[in-house]
């Protein structure tokens, strides 16, 4: 895990200081918003046929897609009445083509399953195309996978890379919003967002690395937040609870009050466009970072989502864990898309919120 450490610490007391208490001002648009705006068609359509996916446990589906110009619903063998007639209905909001897989999701998270349970130190990610082609380990040594292709009936891609690692704005005020500096013991990270659960207790959702279960959480003066409460280790997420909080977020740079509403949270699909507001790369780069492409989604038992910068740039940095990820709002705003969790140069692996929901069953009201 990194984490801003004591020596971080003052330095964002210190900017907590000098910001004080700003009224929150209208947020300026990111980079790379508008092609995030051009998506949402697409974003819908890949809704109305990922909300029949989930519905009716269909045994075929292998992923989605978001093309440049329409939706790509990867199937095995026959597609289903049920599928034809949610694909009908989505073509309402954009294109969408059925291309054929080679394997079904479930087919290829089976196999990874077995994969996941003898991979070795070597073997750091294993993921799943959403064309259902195969699984993809990322690892350290390519010999080190050789023996494990060879466990499973599916092809088994390679690649060679750095594993991603963790990843740990200044002075937040209640009710608390997602976006702000929180430190928790002697380690600090970044807010999510505020949720609820069914009996409407509040909460804010952040990384499980930031902290354990009871460590005080305040905010870099010392104001006190709530004690970290359930943590789902694996999956990276945790609840802190709170009674006043927000549904917003700070989209500005470090010592910024730009905020944004938070209009609910939606599912993440292969291709879609996002950013992240992350304390440490909104005060380095005095904006969130965006341009940031979903690649893959892991198949093991961290359960992560995998993008990549498109330009490059870094995707996230040391204090940026439990940051939202997220999207453009149809009504203005944004949609929580996940949690920031790892970082490795231009790639970050994040938790989606849809694992939050089911972890916690929690929700963010429209």
């Known amino acids: 895990m990194i984490s801003r450490r004591a020596l971080v610490l003052v330095a964002a007391l210190a900017v907590a200081t000098a910001v004080g208490q700003q009224p929150a001002t209208a947020a300026p648009e990111p980079t790379g918003w508008a092609q995030m705006v051009a998506q949402q068609p697409l974003v819908r359509a890949a809704d109305v046929i990922q ?49 054929r897989a080679r394997y079904s999701n479930a087919e290829l998270r089976a196999a990874a399953d077995v994969l996941d349970a003898r991979r070795g130190k070597e073997v750091h990610a294993v993921k799943i195309p959403a064309d259902g082609s195969g699984l993809v380990l990322g690892t350290t040594a390519a010999a080190a996978t050789r023996s494990l292709s060879s466990l499973v009936d599916v092809p088994v891609r390679t690649v060679v890379e750095e ?35 069914g009996a409407n207790q509040r909460f804010i959702l952040t990384a499980g690395h930031c902290g354990n279960p009871g460590v005080r959480v305040t ?23 709170t009674g006043n909080v927000v549904n917003q977020q700070y ?65 996230a940095r040391p204090g940026d864990s439990g940051g939202p990820v997220y999207g453009p709002a149809a009504g203005g705003g944004v949609i929580a898309k996940g949690t920031v969790t790892r970082t490795a140069g231009a790639r970050i692996g994040f938790q989606d919120f849809r694992t939050a929901n089911r972890d916690f069953g929690v929700y963010i009201p429209l």
């Not at 690692?165 to 002075?171: G, I, K, L, P, T």
């Not at 905010?219 to 609870?241: C, V, Y």
């Not at 996002?274 to 940031?292: F, Y």
Request: net charge negative; with cysteine.
């Open 219 to 241: 905010d870099p003066t010392g104001e006190f937040i709530g004690n970290a409460g359930s943590k789902h280790g694996d999956h990276d997420i945790m609840l802190i609870p």
């Open 251 to 315: 989209v500005g740079g470090g010592n910024s009050n730009s905020v944004e509403i938070v209009r609910g949270w939606g599912d993440v699909y292969t291709g879609e466009i996002l950013c992240q507001s992350g304390v440490t790369s909104a005060r380095e780069t005095g904006n969130p970072v965006c341009n940031i492409k979903v690649l893959f989604f892991y198949a093991d038992r961290e359960d992560l989502v995998e993008g990549e910068q498109l330009n490059g740039q870094p995707a």
């Open 163 to 197: 594993p991603l690692v963790d990843v740990s704005r200044q002075n937040d005020s209640p009710p608390w919003k997602g976006g702000a500096t929180i430190v928790l013991g002697n380690a600090a990270c970044t807010s999510g967002f505020a949720v609820r659960n």
């Open 51 to 99: 909300a029949e996916v989930l519905r009716g446990g269909y045994a075929g589906f292998a992923g989605i897609v978001l093309e440049s110009d329409h939706v790509a619903l990867w199937w095995k063998g026959a597609v289903p009445a049920g599928i034809t007639a949610a694909v009908a209905k989505a073509e309402r909001q954009a294109p969408v083509a059925i291309e």
